[in-house]
C-alpha cells in the first residue's frame, strides 16, 4: 500500500506497540466500501422480502409474524450499523493517534469522535429496539405461519457481508505498523507518499538489550579490570 504518515524520527526510542507508521491499502478500502454498498442491498432485500410476505398474508396475519419480522429487519440493520461502527471506531482511533502525534488536526479528531460516538448512540438504540421486538416476539408465541423460515436466507446473506467485512477489518488494521519491542530507530528507509511493498522495511529499529560491547584492552591492563565491574561506554554515532 502507499505509506501515509511516519510518527517516529530517527534517533527516537520506542515502545512496544507504540504507533510508529501507516499505511493506506486503497484496494481493501475499495473493497470495503463496495461491501457497504452491497450491505445496503442485502438490507434492502431483506424489507422488501419482509413487505412482500406480510402483503401476501393479508391484512389478518398475526401480530407475532409482524413482530418477527420487524425483528428480523432490525437485526439485520443492527449488523450493518455494527459492521460500520467498527470501521468509524477504527478510524477514531487512528486519528488519535495521528491527533496525539501532531500529524492531524482538531477539526478531523472532532469529527472523527462526532461520528463515531453518534453512531455509537444509534446502534445502542437499536438494540434497545431489538430487545423491544425480541419480546413481542416471544409473547406472541409460535405461529403455524411463521414468515421466518422464509427470511432466513437474507438474514444469512447479511451476516456472511458482515463476516467478510470483519475479516477485512483485522487486513486494514495491518495497515498500522507498531513497535513489536522497545527500541530505537535507526534508520527511516521510507518516507511517506511512496509504495510500501509486503516484504519493505518502513524502519529500521535496534531493540533494546540485543546490543553487546566488546572492548579490546592492553594486556597490561588486564588486572585493572573484574568480573562485576561497571564502567560508562560512549560510542560515536
Not at 130 to 157: C, H, S, Y
Amino acid at each position: 500500500g502507499v505509506l501515509k504518515s511516519v510518527l517516529v524520527q530517527e534517533g527516537e526510542r520506542v515502545r512496544q506497540g507504540q504507533l510508529l507508521a501507516t499505511v493506506n491499502n486503497i484496494e481493501l478500502e475499495q473493497r470495503y466500501s463496495r461491501l457497504a454498498d452491497e450491505m445496503k442491498v442485502a438490507q434492502a432485500a431483506l424489507s422488501g422480502e419482509r413487505s412482500r410476505l406480510q402483503t401476501q398474508s393479508g391484512w389478518n396475519i398475526h401480530r407475532h409474524q409482524d413482530a418477527a419480522a420487524d425483528y428480523h429487519a432490525a437485526w439485520g440493520q443492527l449488523l450493518a450499523e455494527k459492521a460500520e461502527l467498527s470501521l468509524l471506531d477504527l478510524a477514531f482511533s487512528r486519528v488519535a493517534k495521528l491527533h496525539a502525534a501532531g500529524a492531524a488536526t482538531k477539526r478531523e479528531l472532532d469529527h472523527a469522535s462526532l461520528s463515531f460516538h453518534g453512531k455509537k448512540e444509534k446502534v445502542a438504540k437499536l438494540i434497545n429496539r431489538l430487545l423491544e421486538l425480541k419480546k413481542r416476539v416471544d409473547f406472541g408465541g409460535e405461529m403455524a405461519n411463521d414468515i421466518t423460515p422464509q427470511l432466513a436466507p437474507f438474514v444469512a446473506k447479511i451476516e456472511a457481508l458482515q463476516s467478510e467485512r470483519k475479516r477485512l477489518q483485522q487486513r486494514l488494521a495491518q495497515g498500522q505498523l507498531r513497535a513489536a519491542a522497545d527500541g530505537l530507530v535507526i534508520q527511516r528507509n521510507l518516507v511517506a507518499g511512496e509504495f510500501c511493498h509486503g516484504s519493505e522495511s518502513v524502519l529500521t529499529i535496534l531493540e533494546e538489550g540485543t546490543l553487546e560491547v566488546v572492548l579490546y584492552v592492553p594486556q597490561n591492563k588486564v588486572d585493572s579490570f573484574a568480573p562485576g565491574d561497571r564502567y560508562a561506554v560512549t560510542i560515536d554515532p
